[in-house]
Structures are given as C-alpha cells and as structure tokens.
C-alpha cells in the first residue's frame, strides 16, 4: 500500500512539474523554433536583459508586487492581531470574510472593479486604468495570505509575555512593537513573501485593470504567446517561476523557525 501512494504521489508531481522542468529546459535551447533541442545557449537570457521593454515591464511588476505587499502585510498584520487579542461583535462573520477573495473567481473580481473604475470616471472623471488601478485588486488576495500565517503564530504567543510588559510600564504600541511584532515576525515575513509572489504571477486580475504603460511580465507573456512560443518566452518564465519559487522557499524557511 505504501508503494503504491508513493507511486501515485510521484506521478502526481510529475504531472504539476513536469511542464515547469520542459519549459526551463527550452529555454537553453538553441533552436529559435519547436521543442527539438539543438544546443545548449544563454542568449536567450542576454537577450532579455538586453531588452528595455522587458526591463519597463519588469519594473512595472515590482512596483505593483512591493507595494501592494506592504500594504497588504500592515493590514494583514493588523487584522490578525485584532481577531486574536479583542473581542468585538460579528469578530466570527470577521474571520470568514477572508475567504471572500480566496473563493471569488479572479474574473468576477476583475470584471467587478474595471466596472466600478468605469462608474467613477463617468461621474467623476477618474480614474483612468494604470498601475495605481491594479493595486486595490491585487491587496485583497494577499492580505487574507498574510493575516493566516500571522494568526496562525499569534496564537502560539503566550498572553502572558505582554501583560508582564504592560505591568513593566509599556504602552499599547510600545508592548506590540517591542514583544508581539518580534515574536510574530516569522508569520508576518512568510505571510509577506506568499504575498509577493502571488503578485509577481498575477495575470487575470492586471489583465482586467492594467492601463497603457501597465503592462507587467504575465502580460508580455500571454501577448507574445500570440505571435508563437519562442525560447525567449521560456527563458522569461523560467525567470518568474525560479523567483516565485525563491520567495516561497524563502517564506517557508522563515515560517518554519520555532518561538
């Protein structure tokens, strides 16, 4: 029986990697065209770097990842914090509300804000689809990635750590940022790093409200797909993947370290 789960576990992960290991693969080859592999080659990777579109979308994405993850890691933090040390009405419907942006199809939410962004710019005019507009859609996600680890590792904490600094002198934000927030701070960092990563991979949500000059590397990706899978696009997913793969690693390791 062991055997057997153990084999169907390997040819699970085969199917979920397999694609990511032939599209690394491709990318080092040299052939322009098809998955006949000719030679080994990195130009596909200078190419990239050489390439300031490639490096404006680059940019574009990095700015959308890093600060939709500081918001959302200082509202998820929060959040989480207040489910776990206040009582206060509807705290339960509270908790279950996180699920909302997990269980709504990104489509749905996409469609929902490009119409809203197009309500307000008839009433109001503004505001017009660009970086900023891609924020407000990409928080929600990840504040729910952030506030779980950080519940999780707040219910850990013994109360009794900051009562004993209430009893020394320390004040409210005084006793969060000098015991929780350092005794929290492998939940916050994993929770930040599961954050950025969904971001840099987004695709539906930046499709629905990015605006010209916002275009991020999944949509240089899916546009360039049209005109035909070269090594070029490849060696640009592998790059996202080999990041994402980083900060989920990264994240992991954080998560992992004990009180």
Partial sequence: MRRLLSFHALLVY????????????????????????TGFTLKWYQGLFQDPRVLEYFANTLVVALVS????????????????????????????????????PDVVMGVSLLLLFAFSRELLGFPRLSLLTVLPLHTPSQVECVSRPVLSRLLLLDPALEEAARDLGARGFQTFL?????????????GALLALTLSLDDFVV???????????????????????VSPKVHALSSLIVGLSAFFLALGYAISRRRL
């Fill in 14 to 37: 085969l199917f979920l990697y397999l694609p990511i290991l032939v599209v690394v693969a491709l990318s080092f080859n040299e052939s322009r065209r098809g998955v006949h592999f």
């Fill in 69 to 104: 993850t500081l918001v959302s890691t200082v509202l998820g933090t929060l959040l989480a914090l207040g489910l776990v040390r206040y009582r206060f009405p509807g705290k339960g419907f509270l908790r279950y509300l996180l699920y909302v942006p997990v269980v709504v």
């Fill in 178 to 190: 000098h015991v929780t927030l350092p005794l929290a701070w492998p939940g916050v960092a994993a």
């Fill in 206 to 228: 930046t499709f629905f409200t990015a605006g010209p000059g916002a275009t991020t590397l999944p949509l240089y990706i899916y546009s360039s797909v049209k005109l035909g």
